[in-house]
């Protein structure tokens, strides 16, 4: 029993000393021209879509959560986004070859048809990111609109 009480102390003394080294933000003071809904000025509906479901991970400005602050979740959600922008980065798209930009919006219209974007694990907390039928087929149509053959 003197063990287990000895592991909880020093559990909770790690715990203490971690919330110390957080990890930096992914804020941005503002909106590059390069960004997609800047260089592309979707229709507000597409727009709203965007914002609510993708920029937090795919984007240099994310609105953290409350629970952020706390270690490891600081980390983990740092580590989330930037994985997130190394495949997508609508505030960098305007500087992406026209290629890659072609690319990554086949992409963008494979994964949502597939319901493998956004992520389970984010819309599990953040319920507005969720895609209905709907969100999915305007954004697939409005974005089959601005891809080049």
Not at 9 to 18: K, S
Not at 93 to 116: A, P, W
Not at 117 to 140: I, R, S
């Amino acid at each position: 029993m003197k063990i287990l009480k000895i592991l909880a102390i020093v559990a909770l003394i790690a715990l203490i000393v971690i919330q110390f080294f957080p990890k930096n933000y992914n804020q941005s003071e503002t909106i590059p021209a390069s960004d997609f809904i800047a260089s592309y000025n979707p229709p507000k509906e597409v727009e709203a879509i965007l914002r609510a479901s993708c920029y937090d991970c795919h984007s240099n400005n994310t609105e953290y959560p409350w629970y952020n602050r706390v270690q490891p979740v600081n980390w983990y959600l740092a580590d989330h986004v930037d994985e997130g922008k190394s495949e997508l980065n609508f505030s960098e798209f305007g500087e992406y070859s026209q290629k890659r930009k072609d690319h990554k919006l086949e992409e963008l219209i494979k994964e949502v048809k597939n319901d493998k974007m956004p992520l389970d694990e984010y819309t599990w907390l953040h319920q507005e990111a969720k895609l209905t039928d709907d969100d999915k087929k305007v954004l697939m149509d409005w974005v089959a609109t601005i891809q080049t053959e």
